[in-house]
């Protein structure tokens, strides 16, 4: 079964970091694009970051850029998001996401809450 | 910047009923254009994806039709389990998400 699994979602002060991982199963994790999109309470869908299958390619939404870092690791079969100077804007449910033909989600994990508040 | 205006904000309809649900590129974006819906709680779900292809396991009463500036999800007769919210995508340069369209029961 094709499976993604968000962790590392929590409460965080504004300023502080914390890092999302997403562990995958059931596929060739190493051929997939991967990404992040997040939906604040209540809000709609937003993209938040991509990467290649190599990591060759990166690419970030703007209001995150410079704050946010995705990475990944094939030979874990794992994405993961680097998030630091963190906003109360930036409250939502994280999402990871597969990538079929470089741009529609195929494949969504459950979601990571991350709460920035103090 | 590509804006993605979904129509109408909310649906409602009964079950049995036809929905069409609109969704406006404030210029073209070709065919590329998907669908999602999402109900409370659940991640989202891809239902249609380069405008017209059912994603793997879809029902056939889900549709999508249009190119360029205007598309349409069509449901061709609803069922119980299809009341959620909707949600078009765009890929032309950055993926953007539409507002979405909540489908309620009536």
């Known amino acids: 079964e094709v499976q993604l699994v968000e962790s590392g979602g929590g409460l965080v002060k504004p300023g502080g970091s914390l890092r999302l991982s997403c562990a995958a199963s059931g596929f060739t994790f190493s051929s997939y694009s991967m990404n992040w999109v997040r939906q604040a309470p209540g809000k709609g869908l937003e993209w938040v970051s991509s990467i290649s299958s190599s990591s060759s390619y990166i690419y970030y939404a703007d209001s995150v850029k410079g704050r946010f870092t995705i990475s990944r690791d094939n030979a874990k079969n794992s994405l993961y998001l680097q998030m630091n100077s963190l906003r109360a804007e930036d409250t939502a449910v994280y999402y990871c996401?597969?990538?079929?033909?470089?741009?529609?989600?195929?494949?969504w994990g459950q979601g990571t809450l991350v709460t920035v508040s103090s | 910047e590509i804006v993605l205006t979904q129509s109408p904000a909310t649906l409602s309809l009964s079950p049995g009923e036809r929905a069409t649900l609109s969704c406006r590129a404030s210029q073209s974006v070709s065919s590329y254009l998907a669908w999602y819906q999402q109900k409370p709680g659940q991640a989202p779900r891809l239902l249609i994806y380069?405008?017209?292809n059912r994603a793997t396991g879809i029902p056939a009463r889900f549709s999508g039709s249009g190119s360029g500036t205007d598309f349409t999800l069509t449901i061709s007769s609803l069922e119980p389990e299809d009341f959620a919210v909707y949600y078009c995508q765009q890929r032309s340069n950055w993926p953007l998400f539409g507002q979405g369209t909540r489908l309620e029961i009536k």
């Open positions: 380069d405008a017209s």
């Open positions: 996401a597969r990538s079929i033909a470089a741009a529609w989600y195929d494949t």
